[in-house]
């Protein structure tokens, strides 16, 4: 018996991806709304009641509403957000399977599920095992810098981009954003990394498609144990061990040949669900950074994830790591 699947949102960026990532598995039948009825919330509702599994794929006023227009009595229908709307919200499981231990058995259990923003995903991979093991204070003043590809704007931007011919001097530069220090993944951030306050948060949007670097810069002076870039490296290394997305890169990747001729592109992990950590630094900095794909493990990828945990399927299905 296949699993009815309904992406609400189908052919936004975020909605593409999941159909691509599900259009040859088996067992999975994708049920469409005809295109003339996209807005019409009384046909909506009977495709988000059918569904053993949705996708919202939307922005997050919408996201609540076809959240509403699933039936109380309904209680088949897991959901699966990609948006804003409910990563905070007391009833819905955040949905990174690497959080903590017992995350996954959470999502297999979860109605509601909220898919992590991606800039998001990446300051949380970094952060929470420093927290949780007390190697950075709740307290402590973080600050994060992203740089990710114009295809985490959506249509509106991916069409600045990609549709403007030349493009501008400004937008060949990357451009630093959310300047009013408000940007809508820091709810998100601060509580599932267990911060007290949230970071000091930078995001960069760059004249590239899809690919991401998240950046948090750490002052050895400041911590309890004062911690070299080795020990933060071993350390993650033995965190994330029987993760099969996350790989920590080696210690000396600076003289391995890991890197590019000493540059970090945001581009290496794009097309995978897979995640990079790197520590960088000195006895006096350090520089921790995770890289991915802000379409893969930042959207559409963590998705699937999620949902071949809530199926009991290879977690890995469908995915690349």
């Known amino acids: 018996m296949s699993c009815k699947i309904f992406i609400d949102g189908r052919h936004g960026t975020t909605g593409l991806k999941i159909d691509a990532r599900l259009s040859n598995r088996a067992g999975i039948e994708i049920i469409s709304l005809p295109e003339a009825e996209r807005k019409n919330p009384a046909a909506r509702a009977l495709f988000l ?5 949705v996708f919202l794929c939307l922005p ?28 905070t919200h007391p009833d819905w499981v955040y949905g990174l399977p690497e959080l903590d231990g017992g995350q996954r058995q959470r999502i297999k259990d979860a109605r509601r599920v909220a898919v992590p923003g991606c800039h998001a995903s990446g300051f949380i991979l970094l952060m929470r095992p420093l927290v949780a093991a007390r190697l950075v204070p709740a307290d402590y003043p973080v600050s994060v810098s992203s740089i990710t590809g114009y295809s985490g704007g959506g249509k509106e931007m991916i069409a600045s981009y990609e549709t403007v011919t030349p493009l501008p001097d400004t937008m060949l530069s990357p451009r630093v954003y959310a300047l009013g220090l408000s940007h809508k993944h820091l709810p998100e951030m601060q509580k599932m990394s267990g911060l007290a306050e949230p970071p000091l948060f930078t995001p960069i949007v760059g004249n590239v498609k899809q690919g991401m670097v998240v950046m948090i810069p750490l002052f050895p002076r400041l911590l309890p144990k004062r911690p070299t870039p080795a020990d933060l490296n071993a350390f993650y290394r033995e965190y994330y061990a ?27 992990c794009n097309d995978t669900n897979r995640v990079e950590i790197f520590v960088f630094g000195h ?14 493990k930042g959207a559409s990828g963590a998705a699937v994830q999620c949902m071949n945990i809530i199926l009991g399927v290879d977690e890995a299905a469908g995915l690349a790591a």
């Open 242 to 268: 029987s993760e099969r997305f996350i790989k920590v890169m080696p210690a000396d990747s600076l003289e391995t040949g890991v890197l590019e001729n000493g540059f970090l592109p945001a581009t290496a």
């Open 60 to 87: 997050d006023d919408a996201a609540r509403e076809s959240v509403a227009l699933i039936q109380p009595d309904n209680t088949r229908t897991r959901v699966l957000d990609t948006s804003t709307a409910h990563r």
């Open 49 to 53: 009641n059918e569904a053993d599994i």
């Open 283 to 296: 006895s006096e900095q350090i520089l921790l950074a995770a890289r991915f794909d802000n379409l893969g």
